[in-house]
């Protein structure tokens, strides 16, 4: 999509300037007051937009839609938590929304955009106009790993969400879920257990991917955080976790509500600092923007978690990330937008207001 003065530019190129859809952004762009002083206000009939920007969705250096379920909306919701991480990063605003009815398959969500009278019509149907960077879809827990037929049903409906996507500009997203904890007492010859549940989850989503790519001819790359969940379950950060944190299967375990499916806090903090490294190519570890309610000993340890899942030797069967084949600029500009945010604030201390973001739950 043309920059402006007409350039022809990518998300992280190396010309030399940050571009987001069609808006080129320099390296040393910092926050608009204005926009955290406004932030969910109606402004022109606008939310949380600045009266007289000429594009009001220019306002914004990423926009996001999440679809998903409640592996998504509970815990402040995790576009929001992603969009605080993002939008210290990057040293500007980032705009996401989240449509997450409980229980919801891509079936329902289809069938939802297709509705004139549901939300996800305006929000990513016919039925709106707003444009994103990314839209991330995220599918019912178990469908992906209860086999071939089911994973067929997904790929046809994850097809026409594409599609949707494609539509709004968007790059597609798809988020590798975790296992239950325990395993699924509901199917035990099917899942006995967390590792044997997580790797058919890995290869559901994998195959779904795949299925994108040569369906449609359209990429779409995983975020993986089931990997990142299992990275915690067999040990393989210990030695990054601070003392004040559970030992052992007991840190795995804190991922979870208690119901051992759900995430708790620190699980979508997991979950949101796998997105933002999966979708910019730059690593969490080192920010400072989370949840008040989160531990403090917690982020620094799931951000290396998260790091370790997206940039780490991937397996092969994986599809690459649009950054992945990006020139060596891309880590210099990760630790200039980091240092942009550090100047920006002007402080050093641990950041746990609200992120900026705007939210739809349904």
């Known amino acids: 999509m043309p920059a402006s003065g007409g350039r ?3 998300r992280w190129s190396c010309e030399g300037e940050r571009c987001f859809s069609g808006v080129t952004r320099s390296t040393t762009h910092k926050p608009d007051p204005y926009w955290e002083e406004t932030l969910g206000k109606q402004r022109d009939g606008v939310p949380g937009f600045r009266t007289g920007f000429r594009d009001p969705a220019a306002a914004a250096a990423l926009r996001l839609l999440l679809v998903g379920n409640s592996f998504v909306h509970r815990n402040e919701g995790a576009e929001t938590v992603t969009a605080g991480l993002l939008g210290e990063r990057l040293g500007a605003h980032v705009w996401a929304k989240r449509y997450a009815p409980g229980g919801h398959t891509w079936a329902k969500h289809l ?5 004139a009278g549901n939300p996800l019509h305006a929000l990513l149907g016919a039925g709106g106009t707003q444009q ?3 839209v991330i879809f995220q599918e019912q827990s178990q469908a992906p790993a209860l086999g071939a ?8 409906a994850l097809g026409g969400l594409i599609r949707l996507a494609k539509a709004r500009g968007a790059q597609s997203v798809l988020l590798q879920t975790w296992a239950y ?4 007492p509901d199917n035990r010859a099917l899942f006995p257990d967390y590792p044997t549940m997580q790797r058919q989850l890995d290869a559901g989503y994998v195959a779904l991917a795949a299925s994108a790519r040569e369906r449609l001819n359209t990429p779409a790359f995983l975020a993986p955080v089931g990997r990142a969940w299992h990275a915690v379950f067999d040990g393989s950060h210990a030695q990054d976790a601070a003392a004040e944190l559970p030992r052992g299967k007991a840190t795995f375990r804190a991922l979870y509500a208690e119901d051992g499916i759900h995430p708790s806090g620190a699980g979508t903090y997991l979950e949101a600092c796998v997105i933002a490294s999966a979708i910019t190519g730059c690593k969490t570890e080192g920010l400072r923007y989370a949840p008040a309610a ?4 917690w982020p620094p340890y799931l951000q290396r978690v998260a790091d370790a899942a997206v940039f780490e030797r991937s397996p092969p069967e994986y599809p690459p990330y649009p950054w992945s084949s990006s020139c060596p600029l891309r880590r210099r500009r990760c630790a200039e937008a980091s240092m942009d945010s550090m100047a920006s604030s002007g402080s050093k201390q641990r950041i746990t207001a609200a992120a900026p973001s705007l939210q739809d739950t349904s």
Not at 111 to 115: I, N, V
Not at 181 to 184: H, S, V
């Open 111 to 115: 069938a939802d955009a297709l509705d």
């Open 294 to 297: 989160l531990p403090p000993a």
């Open 132 to 134: 994103y960077d990314y």
């Open 8 to 10: 022809q530019c990518v």
């Open 149 to 156: 037929t089911a994973v067929a049903e997904s790929a046809a």
């Open 181 to 184: 904890a325990a395993g699924d």
